[in-house]
T-cell receptor
Framework: NAGVTQTPKFQVLKTGQSMTLQCAQDMNHNSMYWYRQDPGMGLRLIYYSASEGTTDKGEVPNGYNVSRLNKREFSLRLESAAPSQTSVYFC?????????????FGPGTRLTVT | LAKTTQPISMDSYEGQEVNITCSHNNIATNDYITWYQQFPSQGPRFIIQGYKTKVTNEVASLFIPADRKSSTLSLPRVSLSDTAVYYCLVGDGGQNFVFGPGTRLSVLP
């Protein structure tokens, strides 16, 4: 049982390049989330998917797009990367949307945009 | 969104009980209070959750007064491995699930 997996673990992009961060969960959870964490800061919600087929914006959605490919997979795309998007990105899943459901987090993707 | 306030950092010694308080003055009726722990270079991990009064599990206790405007995470007899950042979350789900600034706990030998 792998839980939540994320790929890649590390990535360096040049300004203007695009990339997709992949996330998958094997716990049959309905809800999935993407967060970013800047150095020394708390996590901020980018997008979430309450259930398969739905996505909604979080606190900081600008510059990102998401796809809930199926119940297991939730990807995050940066169309034109900017240095301000340098951060650690965490994917999470939960049985239902938000409280009182526990969120399970992946190991994170460390992204640097130069 | 219920905003939370926590101490930025705390120090403790091994074997002591640690209490971390989170203030959430504008908590809504439907909001739950949840605490997560994060070690460096790892994703956060769920510790405990409650709505009112007291909740206890194998790793921590959560105390919530009747007015629910604050909550206290209690870690009994901490060890060096409890050194981490602790986040207080208040919300009822989705985009309302906001992480606080976190408290950096350092456990000293």
């Amino acid at each position: 049982n792998a839980g939540v997996t994320q790929t890649p673990k590390f990535q360096v992009l040049k300004t203007g390049q695009s990339m997709t961060l992949q996330c998958a969960q094997d716990m049959n959870h309905n809800s999935m989330y993407w967060y970013r964490q800047d150095p020394g800061m708390g996590l901020r919600l980018i997008y979430y998917s309450a259930s398969e087929g739905t996505t909604d914006k979080g606190e900081v959605p600008n510059g990102y797009n998401v796809s809930r490919l199926n119940k297991r997979e939730f990807s995050l795309r940066l169309e034109s990367a900017a240095p301000s998007q340098t951060s650690v990105y965490f994917c999470a899943s939960s049985p239902g949307q938000g409280a009182p459901y526990e969120q399970y987090f992946g190991p994170g993707t460390r992204l640097t945009v130069t | 969104l219920a905003k939370t306030t926590q101490p930025i950092s705390m120090d403790s010694y091994e074997g002591q009980e640690v209490n971390i308080t989170c203030s959430h003055n504008n908590i809504a009726t439907n909001d739950y209070i949840t605490w997560y722990q994060q070690f460096p270079s790892q994703g956060p991990r769920f510790i405990i959750q409650g709505y009112k009064t007291k909740v206890t599990n194998e790793v921590a206790s959560l105390f919530i007064p009747a007015d629910r405007k604050s909550s206290t995470l209690s870690l009994p007899r901490v060890s060096l491995s409890d050194t981490a950042v602790y986040y207080c979350l208040v919300g009822d789900g989705g985009q309302n699930f906001v992480f606080g600034p976190g408290t950096r706990l350092s456990v000293l030998p």
